[in-house]
Every structure is written in structure tokens, then in C-alpha cells.
């Protein structure tokens, strides 16, 4: 199957500081991603779909201004959270659909703790 | 919208044995697709099994089948011959055909799946 990568896949940070986390599709290209962010035992949340070369779609309740989201290329999908606050601790995973049927295949996830 | 329901927040079944793990949605799409994802501890998202809804076969994958009932809005999920390494969480998800863009997926709440000796 289609593989893909994220990076990092965790990253400690203090309040108020910037995170990127990147999304790369290795073996295929993917002019939409999607990112999702998941709870402690809880099913994934989409955030928002990001689309290359345009504005990403965000999900009721998600702030764009928050969440920033850069879809540069083919293969990379970057998701910046911005003013890291403890509540925005979370599990951050990223999915790239390929092939005919656009199966959806995630990346390894990034682990956020904001201290 | 498309709803997802997942109604076993957890299962057990003994290695070598099967089980069966339940998923209903609600659409009012007449073409779409399923899946199950599986999330073991590691929390990477595998993909178990597909079915496109205007397949009347239902979708299989080794040890993975499913029973896909379009009329009752189910999509059951059957592991057999059970392995230590099939305990995780598993995830039904929906997906609206693709028209000109990917389209997102929608997921239920998950059934932890815990395989004993």
C-alpha cells in the first residue's frame, strides 16, 4: 500500500510557541490531505482538508487562524498549531488518499504535549 | 450528513477463535464505500478491508470478511482464527464517492478489540 510520513512523530513544547508538523506522501502524490486529531481512546476528528496549491477547508469549530495549514506541493502537507496552549495536547494524524478508489492511508501520527 | 455507529465499545475473543464486530450507518447515498481501520497500540491506522456499496460480494481479506447488508445500513466486520497481534482498536468508516475531490472519511467510535489465550 501507499505509505505515509510524518514528522515529528512527537514533539514537547512550551505555551505559546509555534509547532509544525509535516505530512509527505513517499510513493505517491496527493493533491488533497486530510488532518485529523484524536483524544485519548477516542475516533479520529477531521480538522481540515488540505488541498494543494489553495486554501484549505476547514471543519465546523476548528480555527483556521489556530490551525494553520500549508499544502505546498504534491507531497507535503504542513499543519502548524500556533500559540500552543496545554488544551491543543493531542494526537495529530494525517491521511493522503492514492491509488484509483482514493483509499485513504494515514501517516504514524504526531504526539503533542504543550507544557 | 452520514452518521456512523460503532455500538461494542469493547470485545474479547479467545486466540484460534472468531469474532464478529458490529457497525451500522446512516445515508442517503445509493453509491459510497465502507471500511475498517485498525489501530493497535502503536496508534498507526491500518487499513483492514474495503466494500464498494454496488458490490453485492462482500469484501474479504484472509482471515477479514465482511457481511455488508445495504438494505439494513450494516457493515459487520468477521475475524477468524483470532491472533494476539489482531487486539486493537478497530474503526468503521464511510466515504461519499469522489466527485472531482477526495471526498473525507466518517468514522464510528470504535470497538476495542482485546484477544486472549
Known amino acids: 500500500g501507499a505509505v505515509v510520513s510524518q514528522h515529528p512523530s512527537w514533539v514537547i513544547c512550551k505555551s505559546g510557541t509555534s509547532v509544525k508538523i509535516e505530512c509527505r506522501s513517499l510513493?505517491?502524490?496527493?493533491?488533497?490531505m486530510f488532518w485529523y486529531r484524536q483524544f485519548p481512546k477516542q475516533s479520529l476528528m477531521l480538522m481540515a482538508t488540505?488541498?494543494?496549491?489553495?486554501?484549505?477547508?476547514?471543519e465546523q469549530g476548528v480555527e483556521k487562524d489556530k490551525f494553520l495549514i500549508n499544502h505546498a506541493s504534491l507531497t507535503l502537507s504542513t499543519l502548524t498549531v500556533t500559540s500552543a496552549h496545554p488544551e491543543d495536547s493531542s494526537f495529530y494524524i494525517c491521511?493522503?488518499?492514492?491509488?484509483?478508489?482514493?483509499?485513504?492511508?494515514f501517516g504514524p501520527g504526531t504526539r503533542l504535549l504543550v507544557l | 450528513a452520514q452518521t456512523v455507529t460503532q455500538s461494542q465499545p469493547e470485545m474479547s475473543v479467545q486466540e484460534a477463535e472468531t469474532v464478529t464486530l458490529s457497525c451500522t450507518y446512516d445515508t442517503s447515498e445509493s453509491d459510497y464505500y465502507l471500511f475498517w481501520y485498525k489501530q493497535p497500540p502503536s496508534r498507526q491506522m491500518i487499513l483492514v478491508i474495503r466494500q464498494e456499496a454496488y458490490k453485492q460480494q462482500n469484501a474479504t481479506e484472509n482471515r477479514f470478511s465482511v457481511n455488508f447488508q445495504k438494505a439494513a445500513k450494516s457493515f459487520s466486520l468477521k475475524i477468524s482464527d483470532s491472533q494476539l497481534g489482531d487486539a486493537a482498536m478497530y474503526f468503521c468508516?464511510?466515504?461519499?464517492?469522489?466527485?472531482?475531490?477526495?471526498?473525507?472519511?466518517?468514522f464510528g467510535t470504535g470497538t476495542r478489540l482485546q484477544v486472549t489465550l
Open positions: 488540505s488541498n494543494e496549491g489553495s486554501k484549505a477547508t476547514y
Open positions: 468508516a464511510y466515504r461519499s464517492p469522489n466527485w472531482g475531490t477526495a471526498s473525507k472519511l466518517t
Open positions: 510513493d505517491f502524490q496527493a493533491t488533497t
Open positions: 491521511s493522503a488518499p492514492s491509488g484509483i478508489q482514493e483509499t485513504q492511508y
